[in-house]
């Protein structure tokens, strides 16, 4: 199978998971940016530099201790069979106390580390199964 053909498979389910799932649909309908988008209280998304990832270390909670975090999760791409294919350099940092005003305090924080390149808020999509 070509890597190509497994992402293609893989896409689906990493977009569920994402926006239902793993999120946990955690922000309720009326919690919207300006420009109409959902954003996560929880969790920040940061993109390692280049250098940072090659060097194939595996950050943990640990590594951020300017911050309280509850996990961190990298992003990967996993074919049927449930095995990494591909490792991403970015990385999902949950907050142990959720709020806007925390997310933004840590993406000013990380953001002045030299191995991230960029950090932001976590967008997620609207799930029909938090209506329930």
């Known amino acids: 199978m070509t890597v190509r053909k497994s992402f293609l498979i893989a896409l689906p389910l990493?977009?569920?998971?994402t926006s239902c799932m793993f999120v946990g649909c955690i922000l309720k309908k009326d919690d919207k940016s300006t420009h109409g988008h959902q954003y996560s209280?929880?969790?920040v998304i940061i993109e390692l530099t280049q250098e940072a990832f090659d060097s194939g270390?595996?950050?943990?909670v640990e590594d951020f201790p300017e911050l309280s975090l509850s996990q961190i999760v990298q992003s990967k791409m996993i074919n049927r069979d449930g095995h990494v294919e591909k490792l991403y350099p970015y990385y999902s940092l949950y907050l142990k106390e959720p709020s806007h005003q925390n997310?933004?305090?840590?993406?000013?924080?990380?953001?002045k580390r030299s191995d991230?390149?960029?950090?932001?808020?976590?967008?997620i999509s609207y799930?029909?199964?938090c209506d329930s």
């Open 41 to 43: 209280n929880e969790i």
């Open 103 to 111: 997310v933004e305090n840590a993406i000013s924080v990380v953001k």
């Open 116 to 123: 991230v390149k960029n950090a932001g808020r976590r967008r």
């Open 14 to 17: 990493v977009l569920v998971l």
């Open 127 to 129: 799930c029909k199964k």
């Open 57 to 60: 270390k595996e950050y943990s």
